[in-house]
């Protein structure tokens, strides 16, 4: 997958590369492993806070501030329309349906992911993947839109759960390679961590 010109293996690389703050030196640390373990609890408390929005809003003063500080972080990220957004506690998600699957589905990706894919692999799924797990989404909204049929709930979840679990494949492998290269730089005099 190409953004601007650069490739994913290509983002992580130049972080590798550049970025000597990110880890302290860990000699004793398995520094793969602790960051998955970081990516799997980043995403489950990314889910959590999709559906904290309704239950804190739908729980009245003061717990409703809360509710509407998440819906403002994730204003930008999604639009949010409530005829297109499951409901938890009479209240839509943080985020709509179709974005709410990605990010469910990235999170059941990352949980299986060691048990399908070693740790150390260093190549995410090729670019054919991504676009075989992209292009369902495509056609949904395309279809949509010329009026051919209306994305409904289910194919809105199907979608992005198709691609928010095959996200996981791209991005993971060169991330946590990323990570191995940049804890083998920081490592101290004579010592050699655990990546």
């Not at 691609?163 to 791209?170: M, P, Q």
Request: overall charge positive; aromatic content about 10%; proline content about 8%.
């Amino acid at each position: 997958m190409q953004r601007n010109g650069l490739t994913i293996r290509a983002f992580w690389s130049t972080l590798a590369r550049h970025s000597r703050f990110l880890l302290p030196p860990f000699p004793f640390v398995d520094v793969t492993r602790a960051t998955y373990w970081c990516v799997l609890g980043g995403a489950a408390l990314w889910c959590l806070l999709l559906v904290a929005a309704p239950l804190f809003t739908a729980a009245g003063q003061p717990l409703s501030a809360f509710g509407g500080a998440l819906y403002r972080f994730f204003d930008p990220i999604c639009h949010q329309l409530e005829t297109r957004s499951l409901t938890v506690a009479g209240h839509p998600l943080a985020v709509c349906s179709r974005c709410s699957a990605i990010y469910v589905a990235f999170l059941a990706g990352a949980a299986v992911f060691p048990l399908v894919r070693p740790l150390r692999a260093s190549a995410g799924l090729s670019r054919g993947w991504i676009a075989a797990a992209v292009a369902p989404m495509v056609l949904d909204a395309v279809l949509g839109a010329v009026g051919v049929h209306e994305p409904g709930f289910a194919t809105r979840l199907v979608t992005g759960g198709i691609f928010g679990f095959a996200a996981v494949f791209v991005v993971l492998p060169p991330g946590l390679q990323a990570v191995r290269e940049i804890a083998l730089q920081r490592k101290p005099p004579g010592e050699t961590p655990t990546a």
